[in-house]
């Protein structure tokens, strides 16, 4: 039973780490366009030309604390057979990488997304600013993973006589976005006040999503010595679990429908044409899918304790068939408290997102970003982690270098690097994950193609001209 519960906590896992998460190198500064607008909806405002354009662009994320492999890069990950670390320190190998384990702390999390990009553009108007998106995301992942789900301790020891679980959330969905985009801005107190707005129409082709509502308590009390027989009561609790199946079994069937939207508030200073500073707060991803084919939805009550005694082992002979007969009785004592429906629905991964751009020198500038998620939507939500970054970075029309500095979930600080020529831009937040010899706990990746005038700019502030670099 122990090696079923631990590949129970292994695939939680995996399924959390499955959206690139910010792409500072694709979303920072004022030639982000028409990229900028999914985090900040206002950011066509500073565009230094009149259109933007991406023609298609790709972004991996993923993050844990669950597990690592040490001195490792994805540059030499294939240099050495992976396995999962032996509990038993003395039978591991010579030119073998191993999966560790973390210890426990505060809460696990696991989370990643896998974009695709474009095709989008933005249009700057005399009176106001209009846009177009659409992409694909594939997103799941939970930050509340209780530390009782420890998969180390699991692995190294028998479960405890007494087991909680606190109550924990972990959802997962496939889905195209179409979208439109609208900012206009007023002058203000010296300065540019912009507000903007995404509407977007969200089509899912896979979903997924388990909620424990409240805190599970199990006690195991050793009955026989010798046969490891044991007792069990589990308290009242309840919990859903919902899940689409799709019917063609290729995962490109729509399973339903869902509306988002993305608000945004900015205010720019200039020095002429070009950007003194910029300050802005935007709100991301408010919105749900309902799933309604395919679903399989099922809410759990357990109203009264289950207890499981010696009197439901009798007749046993070994202990795989106690364990039988207790996942078999533990299964309909939960079925009989099982209520089924025909749809569900996942929250947004909602964020609040605060942002600041100030010029440092001629085309050097140095942006700071604070992301927070918001479960809007209650349990049943796509998540993502908070995130703190500061970006230096120089850019005009046809070169740019960025930095992110980022410390995301308060516990992984990560140096990472893009870089913008001409219309191709590639980076990455976390860069020694890809060259480095360090703890692997995840990695980011993202490339974009974009197209722009290639011509003099022709109006608008921060104008930069096509011969400077």
Same mark, same amino acid.
């Given at each position: ?118 095709? =989008? ?107 490891? @027989?044991?007792?069990?009561? @589990?308290?009242? =609790? ?98 009989? =408290? ?85 219309? @191709? ?14 703890? @692997? ?29």
């Amino acid at each position: 039973m122990k090696n079923r519960f631990l590949f129970l906590m292994i695939s939680i896992m995996y399924n959390g780490m499955v959206y690139g998460q910010y792409q500072l190198g694709l979303k920072t500064g004022v030639h982000s366009g028409s990229l900028g607008i999914l985090t900040d909806p206002t950011a066509t405002s500073v565009l230094p030309y009149n259109w933007d354009a991406t023609i298609v662009g790709a972004s991996l994320f993923l993050e844990n604390n669950i597990m690592y492999i040490p001195d490792m890069g994805l540059t030499s990950l294939g240099d050495s057979d992976l396995a999962l670390a032996p509990v038993d320190e003395t039978t591991r190998e010579e030119g073998v990488s191993y999966i560790e384990f973390k210890e426990a702390g505060n809460k696990f999390f696991a989370v990643s997304s896998n974009q695709v990009f474009g095709p =989008s553009f933005v249009l700057k108007l005399p009176n106001f600013n209009l846009g177009f998106f659409s992409g694909s995301r594939v997103i799941a992942g939970s930050t509340n993973i209780p530390t009782s789900l420890n998969v180390k301790e699991i692995r190294e020891n028998e479960l405890n006589e007494s087991v909680s679980f606190e109550p924990m959330s972990i959802s997962a969905a496939a889905y195209h976005e179409i979208g439109v985009n609208f900012s206009k801005s007023i002058d203000w107190n010296a300065g540019e006040l912009t507000f903007g707005g995404n509407l977007k129409y969200l089509i899912p082709y896979q979903a997924y999503s388990f909620s424990l509502h409240e805190s599970l308590d199990a006690v195991y009390e050793t009955l026989d010595t010798t046969t490891n @027989l044991r007792s069990f009561s @589990l308290a009242p =609790s309840s919990a859903t679990f919902s899940y689409t199946t799709n019917e063609n079994g290729t995962g490109t069937q729509s399973i339903g429908s869902g509306f988002g939207a993305d608000l945004g508030v900015s205010y720019a200073v200039y020095n002429g044409e070009n950007l003194n500073f910029r300050l802005g707060a935007s709100l991301t991803d408010i919105g749900s899918i309902t799933a309604n084919k395919g679903v399989v939805s099922q809410s759990i009550n357990l109203v009264d304790s289950i207890t499981i005694d010696e009197s439901d082992f009798q007749g046993a002979e070994d202990l795989d068939e106690v364990y039988s007969i207790f996942e078999r009785t533990l299964e309909q004592e939960i079925t009989n =408290s099982t209520t089924e429906t025909d749809n569900f629905s996942i929250g947004l991964a909602t964020t609040f997102n605060l942002f600041g751009t100030a010029s440092i020198a001629k085309n050097l500038y140095a942006s700071v970003q604070y992301s927070q998620p918001l479960a809007l939507f209650g349990k049943e939500s796509l998540t993502r982690g908070s995130m703190l970054a500061v970006t230096p970075h120089y850019e005009s029309k046809w070169l740019g270098l960025y930095v992110p500095i980022s410390f995301y979930e308060f516990s992984h600080l990560r140096v990472g690097t893009a870089i913008k020529l001409g219309p @191709l831009t590639v980076g990455t937040e976390d860069l020694m994950s890809i060259l480095g010899k360090s703890e @692997l706990t995840g990695t980011d990746f993202y490339v974009a193609l974009k197209i722009f005038p290639f011509g003099k700019n022709k109006g608008g502030k921060s104008s930069i001209d096509c011969y400077e670099f």
